[in-house]
């Protein structure tokens, strides 16, 4: 069950002929898809393209009706693999991933599937995260198109033209038996538009037809000679049949008049290109423009002939392309040159080589282009602007913190790093190896604790040259549940115990692919209807042949976690040592147990509902607690008493009654500021009987001290 | 920072853009839901982008929406939108946050000659404020000063306490303070139809939602008259309100200047153990005001009051159990988790006592000589040291606290007491005879009593942060910047846990002074 319920959406799946769809990109896509006849899809969830993943596997009814099959891919490896299904028989077949880094896993699968070809078409959409809010390094997937010679569509950012794209995808996938890379940034996924639907409609051929007539072609398949001949048929056929294709259907689009400068973008800039243009006085709120504009949906192959025709009669032409290495300029200055043009080509250098093309760097780049080769086409004022000198905030900029990505309030993973902090201060500080997951907010403040992040499940794996056992100290490593079961159980865990690696192993356990949305894995306690969960890790571990396992069933028993990690850094024992730290992520346990106990109450059932508290006249304001915290929800305020220098700690509403800072408090003996409250709801007489009492008698002991004492009203002790 | 060009020849004015900077989980999302509906429903073009994702949790996000009114001459065309906001292009600057208002000038989406900014003055404090041991928080005052120096308008004031007051969620009240700010041409009623059809939670959101309307109409509310709070009342049996009484009459003997601190020290050193100590309290501040003058406003005496009273106010385990044990407090919590009529409270402290705790609340020599002697604390510690749950809303845990806390009484003749007082009495003298010769050296010193705080082992940081700092003196003493240098030293140990940058600082210390490498560092 994902973060989000995407019931409404799934709706949105139905529409037909000559409705309109109002939503996220990312889930115009998803209709796009059952509009071509999509036979298949599979794909492994990661933001930006986590959506159309949950709203799938929230639409099995629709995917059943129409018999299409869907599956949550256990790596995108294995989703780039199931487009196996269209190499031999004409059925559609989409993959979905987060890129570059899921392209990476999948790369294997996908130079098999572009060296073979594919008969019925298959569409990879690739949710590129570049630019702000990516989680990721910043890379290209240009590079993985070229070098397995799959096509790269790249269309304008408006959900009219993505749909197109994902219809002209397949049918250029089957013109040319070449699978496509629809490639999707952040923000159009995230884009809220609308477009006209159509029926959907059911796969020409489904994979149970397929199941029951196998087909078979040996030159399909990757071994000599037919490998050979693979790649000669990449250029001599599928090549031309694409650019044949890309030319018939008009795919790559040419805007504005014959100007003697033109910009040539990819099609994901446009938006941008045009709010430049906009900017400076050039096109219309619609887009309208006198500037030639070369639109490349299709980002490869290049079609020389048509981007020199553009460039023919132009004196300069700027490339707009995002990203690293510049392929295209690179490409298209080949061309020129082979061509004999004359045309001052520009891109890099008046735009920068790295980074996100954001609004001022378009306005920058195509303002500078335009006053270098074309000032006649600017208002006077715009060709010689007077910039505003820009305002000096220095103070403000040193007192506006930074504010990175942290752990949310209640997060299970808290505990495990104040625990390993802990440990540390005993046992000394150890190279600690992270992974990809929300756990990896461990390496920021107030944690600090991680060295190196190698990928996803591939924590352990990088700390696997750390095995000495003449070393004084063990390597301790953490990975996911999901980076686990996507990669890690074998890569990483199945490498410690062949290789007899000495180090700890932190498996955490959070029951969910978590950072990616909460959708369910192997491992996850819900039950699914569609899936088959539940399947213990710890399990897996021993299957892997791991001798010394620690289960740690409540991650926020910061005590026995800091005990268990003391054990596995000092035990005589040799081999990996593994600890599966299991607790609930919080974001997904109030979603789900919020209504069902805001339900119980109306109902009148009894219902306990925890919060922290902090004595404020006990608290010295020393900030320990936060030092092994960072919890959103555990802050500082001033008290109103000139003999405190320093504000107190504080917890505020959103507090979910974890428990970490209790625990933690005991676990680092800090203080004992920290109380626990338990409002019970609907109390039984029993309760109120007891509570009653109890109240009494202590009223009645309080009043006995207060009578015989000064008590100051109002004074905060 | 760039900004944009001269906008002359902008074609965009029809376009209104929209930016909205939050902090994860604040529900920045929702809002622009809102915004985009609103624009949906009022029947204009209007696109929206976000950046969703692991990057949301906890930490700085920005939503951009762009609307534009449909153009009855072209019914069928939509205009190219941008999709994420450009410095010096942006319309409306909603921050969910005060310290997010401050980045988005930074990043140049507020601009004087056409930005409104609508922001929450309430802060959520990011780690980095959080984790200092002294006090880490950004200075709101700098943040507001800027943004309101870089917008065109500002509207800003608390809408998270606006919010939860209606039992809503900050999103709500921001939505308010736009419909109120009349910066987009839709009426209320539409902004009120967005909310409700968002079904679950939306009463209480249309509260918020009104109340944060009505408060950008009528703009801040006057200046409350800001009358000196009256002293506390003083309850209690008639014989100790006498005692309290004559404390009083002494403490108007004292210079007028420290008349207010003094008064909350009296008051605080009474209550954690009896009028006497009070006129313990007094005797200190006397001599410290005899060898003081009005020369210097009296600096000394009123850092005394202040830090005297500090350190009379040990934290031990029979003060932390009478606080936990009184009336007042049960209130309080109470009033925190708040409690219902027809609710029961269970509530449960976290101990964690060791050794040395339970030896300070020994009979002095008998403490003294258990911690004489390491093997039996050792062995003692065993049975003591561990985490102990207890809870106070049962007669047992609450009447064995109850018990601690009775033990007051007795406290001078405790180990913690002679202890403390020792250390009282040798800081304030040395603070006596440093004003001699250097004045605001005396007070510096009095000032570092700041350093200890904490429990156990923090309390031992502290304590040794404290030793360090005035471990300095020596180097110092007679030069004249050497107040102003026990208050850098003092900063920077309250600048992180461990004492680097104190350690810092004094390597520096040591460099000018140029004395052979002690072992003060």
Redesign the interface.
């Known amino acids: 069950m994902a973060e989000r319920s995407f019931a409404k959406e799934v709706e949105k799946l139905k529409l037909g002929d000559g409705e309109v769809f ?1 939503g996220e990109g990312i889930l115009a896509i998803t209709k796009a898809l059952l509009q071509c006849g999509v036979g298949y899809v599979g794909g492994y969830q ?3 393209i ?2 159309l993943m949950d709203v799938l596997a929230d639409a099995q009814e629709i995917l059943g009706e129409l018999g299409v099959h869907f599956e949550a891919s256990a790596s995108e490896a294995t989703a780039t693999a199931m487009l196996a299904a269209s190499v031999h028989y004409p059925i559609r077949g989409a993959a979905t991933f987060k890129s570059t880094v899921g392209t990476n896993v999948a790369s294997d699968a996908l130079a098999n599937l572009a060296s073979g070809g594919v008969t019925g078409g298959a569409l990879i959409i690739v949710g590129e ?1 570049y630019g ?4 990721i390094m910043q890379e290209r997937s240009h590079a993985f198109a070229m070098k397995s010679q799959v096509w790269l569509l790249d269309p304008r ?2 959900l009219p033209s993505i749909v197109a794209a994902v219809e002209h995808g397949f049918e250029l996938s089957e013109a040319s038996n070449t699978p496509v890379m629809l490639q999707v940034r ?3 996924c ?4 609308s477009f006209v639907t159509k029926d959907n409609v059911r796969p020409a051929m489904t994979v149970a037809e397929a199941l029951e007539n196998p087909r078979r072609d040996t030159r399909r398949i990757v071994l000599p000679p037919a490998s050979f001949l693979h790649e000669k048929e990449k250029i001599t056929k599928r090549l031309p049949a694409a650019i044949d294709y890309i030319r018939r259907h008009g795919l790559n689009e040419t805007f504005g008049g014959n100007g003697k400068v033109g910009l040539i973008m990819q099609g994901g800039m ?3 290109v ?2 430049a243009l ?10 309208e423009t006198d500037v030639p504009l070369h639109v490349l949906n299709v980002t490869y192959p290049l079609v020389a002939d048509d981007l020199v025709a553009f460039c023919a009669d132009k004196e300069a032409v700027l490339v707009i392309e995002e990203g690293q290495p510049d392929y295209i300029e690179q490409a298209l200055g080949a061309m020129l040159y082979k061509a004999g043009a004359t045309v001052r080509l520009e891109g890099k250098g008046i735009l920068p080589m790295a980074g996100e093309y ?3 760097v378009m ?2 780049g195509i ?1 500078s282009f335009l006053r270098k080769h074309a000032a006649d086409l ?2 006077p ?2 060709r010689a ?4 000198a ?2 000096i ?1 220095e ?3 040193k ?11 209640g997060c299970p993973e808290r505990p495990i790093f104040a625990a390993t902090k802990l440990a540390e201060q005993e046992l000394g500080k150890h190279h600690i190896a992270s992974d990809i997951g ?1 756990h990896l ?1 461990s390496i ?3 944690f600090e604790l991680g060295a190196t992040t190698m990928g996803y499940g591939l924590g352990p794996a990088s700390a696997s040259a750390f095995n000495a056992p003449d070393a004084k100290r063990r390597s301790i490593s953490f990975v996911g549940d999901g980076g686990f079961w996507h990669n890690g159980l074998t890569s990483s865990v199945g490498n410690a115990v062949f290789n007899k690696n000495d180090g700890v192993i932190v498996v955490v356990d959070n029951y969910y692919s978590a ?3 909460g959708q369910d894995i192997l491992s996850s306690r819900a039950s699914n209807r569609t899936k088959s969960t539940k399947h213990p890790i710890t399990d897996a571990l021993k299957g892997m042949g791991v001798k010394w396992i620690r289960h740690v069933e409540r991650t926020y028993d910061v ?1 026995v976690m800091r005990s268990t990690l003391k054990e596995a850094l000092t035990t005589e024992e040799r081999g990996p040592k593994v600890i599966v730290a299991s607790s609930e992520c919080m974001l997904n346990r109030q979603r789900r147990e919020g209504p069902l106990h805001k339900q119980a109450i109306a109902e009148g059932k009894r219902m306990t509902k925890t ?1 922290f ?1 902090v ?1 404020e ?2 608290c ?5 607690c ?2 092994l915290s ?1 919890c ?1 929800s ?3 305020k001033q008290l109103d ?3 405190r ?3 107190v700690a504080a917890i505020d ?1 959103n507090c979910v009654g974890c428990g970490n800072c ?2 933690v ?8 500021s ?10 039984t007489a029993w ?2 009987f007891a ?1 009653g009492l ?2 009494r ?3 009645a ?3 006995w ?11 905060s ?1 | 920072m760039r900004l944009g060009l001269a906008e002359g020849a902008d074609t965009t004015r029809a376009i209104i853009k929209l930016a909205v900077l939050a902090v994860g989980g604040q529900g920045g999302g929702v809002l622009t839901n809102w915004i985009t509906d609103l624009a949906q429903r009022c029947g204009w073009h209007v696109q929206s982008t976000s950046v969703a994702g692991v990057a949301q949790r906890t930490g700085a996000t920005i939503y951009y929406v762009e609307m534009m009114r449909k153009d009855p001459a072209r019914p069928d065309a939509s205009p190219v939108l941008a999709l994420s906001p450009a410095p010096g292009d942006v319309d409306i600057l909603i921050s969910a946050e005060l310290a997010e208002a401050g980045r988005a000038v930074l990043r140049g989406f507020v601009t004087q000659d056409r930005t409104t900014l609508i922001a929450s003055s309430h802060r959520m404090l990011a780690v980095s404020e959080k984790i200092v041991p002294g006090d880490g928080r950004a200075d709101s005052e700098i943040v507001l000063k800027r943004a309101e120096e870089a917008a065109r308008r500002f509207i800003h004031f608390d809408m998270e306490s606006m919010a939860r007051q209606a039992g809503s969620v900050v999103s709500a009240s921001l939505f308010g303070a736009l419909a109120g700010s009349g910066e987009l041409p839709f009426p209320r009623e539409a902004f009120e139809a967005t909310i409700s059809s968002g079904g679950r939670g939306a009463k209480a959101s249309l509260v918020a939602f009104a109340l944060a309307y009505d408060r950008t109409l009528a703009g801040p509310p006057p200046e409350a008259e800001q009358l000196p709070p009256a002293a506390p009342a003083v309850v209690g049996p008639a014989g100790l309100r006498d005692r309290w009484l004559a404390l009083e009459r002494r403490l108007e003997k004292l210079p007028e200047p420290v008349h207010e601190m003094a008064g909350h020290g009296l008051r605080k050193v009474v209550d954690f153990l009896d009028p006497a100590y009070g006129m313990e309290y007094l005797d200190r501040l006397e001599t410290v005001a005899k060898a003081d003058s009005s020369v210097h406003g009296y600096a000394l005496t009123h850092e005394a009051a202040k830090y005297v009273a500090n350190a009379m106010v040990y934290d031990d385990i029979i003060r932390v159990a009478d606080l936990k044990t009184r009336s007042s407090r049960a209130e309080r919590v109470r009033r925190e988790v708040h409690l219902g009529k027809d609710q029961t409270l269970m509530t449960t402290e976290y101990f964690h006592p060791r050794m040395e705790e339970i030896c300070g609340a020994l009979p002095a020599t008998l403490g003294a000589a258990i911690e004489a002697r390491p093997a039996l604390m050792k062995g003692l510690n065993r049975f003591v040291d561990r985490g102990r749950r207890i809870r106070t809303d049962g007669m047992l845990g609450f009447g064995m606290l109850w018990l601690v806390g009775g033990m007051r009484r007795w406290r001078r003749a405790l180990l913690r007491h002679r202890v403390e007082t020792a250390h009282l009495e040798a800081w304030l003298d040395l603070a006596l005879s440093e004003a001699k010769a250097d004045y605001d050296l005396g007070v510096e010193v009095l000032k570092c009593r700041r350093l200890i705080k904490g429990y156990s082992d923090t309390h031992a940081r502290g304590q040794s942060k404290f030793d360090r700092v005035l471990g300095c003196l020596q180097m110092l003493r007679g030069r004249d910047d050497a107040a102003a240098w026990i208050a850098r030293l003092r900063e920077a140990a309250l600048k992180d846990a461990e004492g680097a940058a104190l350690d810092g600082a004094i390597m520096t210390v040591r460099s000018f002074a140029d004395m052979p490498d002690g072992k003060a560092a």
């Open positions: 109002t990661g933001a930006p986590s959506h995260d702000e809010g990516s989680s950012p408006n952040i923000r159009c995230h884009v809220n538009g446009y938006n941008g045009i709010r906009q900017r400076l006085g050039l096109a219309d709120a619609y887009g954001t609004g001022d306005l920058a303002g600017l208002a004022e715009v602007p007077n910039m505003p820009p305002p905030f103070d403000l900029a007192t506006v913190p930074t504010r990175p990505p942290g752990f949310c309030v929300c907010f920021m403040p107030p950072a990616t949305g005590g919060k508290g004595d006249d006990v010295t304001g020393d900030h320990a936060m030092r960072g959103p555990l802050s500082v008493d000139p003999l220098d320093d504000p509403e209790g625990e408090a005991d676990a680092a003996v800090l203080c004992p920290f109380y626990q409250a338990d409002v019970v709801s609907n109390p309760d109120r509570f109890r109240r008698v202590i009223r002991l309080q009043a001290r207060e009578r015989g004492r000064l008590v100051f009203e109002g004074v002790a």
